[in-house]
């Protein structure tokens, strides 16, 4: 490796780790930031699962045998030190272990973001680039109408719909994305699609813009009337010299997005009956089950500080600049 | 098959004139007109509301839902509720003696849980054990504090022994909290394993997901438990529920959308099966707080709610008007020829001039939490009342956390009730003085006295005599507005089939899965 190359990674790494440190430090605060919040909602575990039969003495027994009686302060630091020892704890509710329980609902969350996304990037980049090669044209006019529209109707709206249409009507999906019990792939590709195309189509209009947006101000830039100039095709010009030096903030938009995918889509899960975190979290939220609540926070919080490091990251990998803010 | 098999019941009034001695009551679906029999084998796919991922296998915790309806199927109690709303022997032949405070239990032959082992006397005892003492987290304690002593006379014999008399008690064993599971060594309940001795074990248990059946060859009843698998799965969101049923995705549904119910009839192959059991709307107030603890105010406010505009408008008429009392038609000892407070203004300001109290203001607590469309059933209430000069504001209280901070601590809000088999059980557990749930604060010397009289009579027509003044006392004199029973509906396609349904809950008293079979 050259002695440059070097160099420019070097400042790469180090901002890598100064970053991971503040994200664990920022996973810290949000822990204690949900475990009041929690703590501070009104009613506890044992009034919302026993509801209207609860008495003063069940609620007791109930408290007792979980812990509940202890002081806060014990009870968050009984929790860090599992944490810290790779113990997640058990759920409050019905007593099984946070990770097996949060095993399973991570997977088909991350499925079902996967899916959207590589259906939506790709859709919605390229719809970005062609609308910014055309714009003004009748084919820019009628891609930013369409987005747009997808994504101002509420999205259980646009659910609803697909599922009536596609669903009820034609019936050539399924209206129930629950997997089953041992899913194989295709069943689980065919069962998600609707869910995955509703999600597409509330994100393509926020990332496709963003591109657009974009590459029209990159466009404008002397170097690429220069490119034109030495006779470079449009479609060169744009892919070659206007995306590579737009991609910071196209990058960023889609890291979002994904974010939003993996811990947004609680509607698009309960509508289609797709057993997914954000289900999970509601629930557990409902429920007061805090060892549920403060593992699937982590994991939130997670998602989006780790999405926002690898955009930065590729971001900088495009724009070296980026590296020394003046 | 394209014949359309949707039907519509008799109306509910033309139900109710007919209801004088109607104990079996409210069953509004003819079912001889396609009564088959019933044959083995296919899959039961239901489409269930009130599933959550903290649902347990644990009978404390049972509440409703999908676990519920699902451990009905695994498992067996001592007494089940038949069709026609009596207590018929499940897992035991009971006998009570003549002052009915000691029950004998005697467990039939031959019944063995799913791992093979014989169910005794212990198992029994430790899943009623399960619900009683200090340590207990259950929410049927209450319905065993009446119980003194529960033992074992050999293996195969189980002996009650009641602080009092109790001629209902049988009734109160059918209760799904008292599921009969296996006795750990030490005399606790295994109730983690999942087994019992009904017609199918669980397969697969993810909670607020699904819930998967499969049949055991060797189930002890010889007509049950039809199908060779069943899969319950939790749809909380109503327009899902329905697109599924309508998809094929699921068989059954229960609680469909009201609003919509109409349109999901016109399409062919579905079924509608509708019953009124006892669940019911409630508006308790505080009897020794503010302006209500004057009787007369408390008629006012009988008088001043329009019940068949909160029938047709709430529940667009899928239930029966009620008449402050919570016994319904669908009990034994309903008595159907009280005198029924209805809508009428002027006679609300009579008694509110009675009262002194004109121009009465009061405020109400009401959250859907409480029931689908409370808060559309007050704001009609508000309207009503308004005609008979009561100012009644209504306090939008949160959903969440309704049962623990607005329930028994407002003195007038909405409350929900699914009711109980008996009226013994309902009086006792609501409107008997000191009562835990007492939610009006109610205190009748009367009632009190005849509640204790009528439990332990075994006498059915002096029983009879002494519910009906109960009903009365409730109805003129009792805190709580009844306005409405509410009816049962699931929703079923061609693919399935029933004989008489029950009409104590949902899906066939929540035992669908062994009573229904494949069409």
Known sequence: ?326 | MSINLTRQGLTRRGVLAGAAGMAAAGLILPCGAYAQTAKRGGRLRIGHLGGATSDTLDPATYAAGPVVTAMLAVCNNLVEIDAKGRAVPELAEFEPDAEARVWTFRLKDGVTFSDGRKLTARDVIASFNHHRGDQTKSGAKGSLEQVKDIRADGDNVVIFELVSGNADFAYMTSDYHFVIMPANEDGTLDWQSGLGTGGYVLENFEPGVRITLKRRDDYWKPDRAWFDEAVLLTINDATARQNALMTGEVDVINSPDLATLHLLQRRPGLQLVEVTGTAHYTMPMFCDQGPFTDPNVRLALKYAIDRQEVLDKVLRGHGQIANDSPIAPANRFYAADLAQNSYDPDKARHYLKQAGMEGLKVEISASDAASVGALDMVQLFQQSAKAAGIDLTVKREPDDGYWSNVWLKKPFCVSYWNGRPTEDDMFSLVYAKGAEWNESHWDNQRFNELLLKARAELDESLRAEMYREMQGLVSQDGGTIIPIFVNYIDVANDKVAHGEVASNRFLDGWKIVERWWQA
């Open chain 1, 1 to 326: 490796m050259s002695a440059p190359a070097a160099r420019r990674q070097r400042p790469i790494l180090r901002m890598i780790v100064g970053r991971l440190g503040i994200g664990v430090f920022t996973l810290f605060v949000i822990s204690v930031l949900i475990f009041l919040a929690v703590s501070l909602l009104p009613g506890d575990i044992a009034q919302q699962v026993l509801g209207q039969s609860a008495t003063p003495e069940t609620v007791a027994a109930f408290r007792r045998e979980l812990g509940l009686d202890q002081p806060l302060i014990w009870r968050y630091l009984d929790w860090v030190g599992g944490v810290l020892s790779g113990d997640f704890g058990r759920s409050l509710a019905n007593g099984r272990p946070v990770a097996e329980l949060l095993a399973a609902r991570l997977g088909n969350t991350l499925f079902l973001a996967a899916y959207a996304a590589v259906i939506a990037v790709p859709v919605a980049v390229g719809l970005g680039l062609l609308s910014a090669l055309w714009r003004g044209s009748w084919f820019d006019r009628i891609a930013n109408v369409a987005t747009l529209s997808a994504i101002s109707f509420p999205e259980f709206f646009i659910a609803y719909i697909l599922m009536f249409w596609l669903s009820v009507r034609m019936g050539w999906l399924p209206s129930i994305a629950d997997p089953g019990a041992s899913p194989r792939l295709g069943e689980m590709l065919s069962r998600a699609f609707l869910p995955a195309i509703t999600l597409v189509l509330v994100v393509t209009a926020h990332m496709m813009r963003m591109t657009r947006a974009a590459v029209v101000n990159v466009l404008g830039a002397p170097y690429v009337t220069m490119a034109r100039l030495k006779g470079v095709s449009r479609w060169r010009v744009v892919t070659r010299h206007a995306l590579p030096n737009a991609l910071a903030p196209i990058v960023n938009v889609v890291a979002l997005n994904i974010a939003w995918l993996i811990t947004g889509v609680v509607i698009v899960e309960v509508v289609f009956v797709y057993p997914g975190l954000g289900q999970l979290m509601v629930d557990s939220v409902t429920n007061r089950d805090i060892p549920v609540v403060q593992a699937c926070a982590l994991i939130f919080a997670a998602v989006y500080i780790l999405l926002n490091l690898l955009a930065d990251v590729l971001a900088i990998a495009t724009n070296p600049r980026l590296l020394h803010p003046r």
